[in-house]
């Protein structure tokens, strides 16, 4: 996934109100621009640091463009936008990157299903029936640690997805967590306890399940974005 047009680079001077940043460009310009990031963004913003956006010209914006890409203070890239997850996921299961899940013959995306009215991210179907496949956009990372985490928040309607894929893999369908990690440096995975401990414990019962829980890395530059390879997951930490 390449970003078109080129994103512009800034500083970060401020997030506030969850969905907009303050940002000063390379020229000195200073914007408003929307922060697609509903999560808490711990251990990735840093006042000062290094911001690249997109930039909008549709008058029916009220904000010029969206950050898209942010520097972390140890030197590590991440994604802000989790809206492009699902985008990336689909490129790489067209291109059979993620290969647990190679060999359907459908993708539908949003597809309504479960008990407490829910929508999956993907359904991938085969000729032995679907697969249900939910993604999480993971971005926080700790200093020194090859180890990212999820969530960065609590997370009610995270373990949500968990309880509806529980439902599923009970009754013999397949359904997979899968993180899709847009932070640079990573290796595994793992629950964020320290955040959400209720979280935590509904990954680890979906797994008891018959969940399967799979951990894909995205190589990042403020030029382009791809899943590339399989990383570990770490349910105990």
Request: aromatic residues 8%; glycine residues 10%.
């Amino acid at each position: 996934m390449r970003f078109h047009p080129p994103l512009e680079e800034g500083r970060l001077i401020r997030r506030y109100k969850r969905f907009l940043a303050d940002i000063e460009t390379v020229d000195g310009e200073l914007l408003t621009i929307h922060c697609p990031n509903t999560g808490s963004m711990l251990n990735c913003q840093v006042e000062g640091g290094q911001v690249w956006f997109s930039r909008s010209n549709d008058p029916k914006r009220k904000l010029p463009g969206t950050w898209e890409v942010g520097e972390t203070p140890q030197g590590r890239l991440f994604c802000v936008n989790t809206g492009r997850a699902n985008g990336l996921i689909e490129e790489a299961l067209r291109a059979s990157v993620i290969t647990e899940l190679n060999g359907f013959t459908g993708l539908k995306r949003e597809v309504a299903y479960g008990q407490e009215s829910s929508r999956i991210d993907f359904r991938l179907d085969y000729p032995s029936g679907p697969a249900y496949v939910e993604v999480k956009s993971v971005t926080l990372g700790y200093d020194g640690s090859l180890v990212a985490a999820f969530p960065d928040a609590v997370t009610q309607r995270g373990a949500k997805h968990l309880r509806e894929l529980a439902h599923l893999a009970r009754d013999g369908i397949r359904a997979v967590q899968l993180y899709c990690v847009n932070l640079t440096g990573i290796e595994a995975v793992r629950p964020a306890e320290e955040i959400d401990s209720a979280y935590a414990a509904a990954l680890r019962e979906a797994v008891a399940c018959g969940v399967e829980v799979l951990a894909y890395g995205v190589r990042l530059t403020h030029e382009e974005m791809v899943v590339d390879r399989r990383l570990d997951v770490l349910l105990n930490g």
